[in-house]
């Protein structure tokens, strides 16, 4: 599937290990939350870059032991109801401090674009057809009103510091 990282496609070089899966000898891996639990020093100890993904029901705090050797967290949203990753996505930047990649997969769809940057996203998996749609979409609008974890200094906080 296509990645958008930072507004632009690039080509993705993770690949994800199921819980029943062994990791493979060499490449970036992506497991799910239980099995880095469940083995996290036989994981943490590869020579290669650990990324997590986590499922709506999963508890971000959970990552904290981690977070300084996690270079990428996927956040599954596995249809479009679900709103979940949006509040693990806040609560991993804003909370707890996680500054490595963040990335949306599953059911992204472009009406979610927007909402999932302001929330922390910066990279997003995607299908090839709507690949076109999700990049307009984070280029829609420059200026926000509230404040959020994306970094972007609000409207608000711009007038005020002119004084």
């Not at 070089?13 to 020093?41: H, N, Q, R, Y």
């Not at 596995?78 to 509040?87: F, T």
């Not at 804003?94 to 302001?118: C, K, S």
């Amino acid at each position: 599937m296509p990645l958008i990282k930072n507004g632009a496609e690039i080509e993705d070089t993770w690949s994800f290990v199921a819980d029943d899966a062994d990791l493979p000898s060499s490449g970036c891996v992506t497991v799910p939350l239980a099995k880095l639990i469940d083995d996290a020093d036989g994981i943490l100890a590869r020579n290669q870059q650990i990324g997590v993904r986590l499922s709506p029901a999963d508890d971000p705090h959970e990552l904290t032991p981690f977070l300084d050797r996690i270079a990428l967290i996927e956040i599954d949203f596995p249809k479009y109801v679900d709103g979940r990753g949006y509040s693990q996505a806040q609560l991993l930047r804003r909370r707890l401090g996680y500054t490595g990649e963040l990335r949306a997969v599953g059911h992204v769809l472009r009406d979610q674009i927007l909402y999932m940057n302001r929330s922390g996203f910066d990279a997003y998996q995607t299908s090839r057809a709507n690949l076109a749609n999700v990049l307009k979409a984070l280029e829609e609008y420059s200026a926000f009103y509230q404040p959020a974890a994306d970094g972007q200094t609000s409207v608000f906080s711009r007038r005020h510091a002119k004084g």
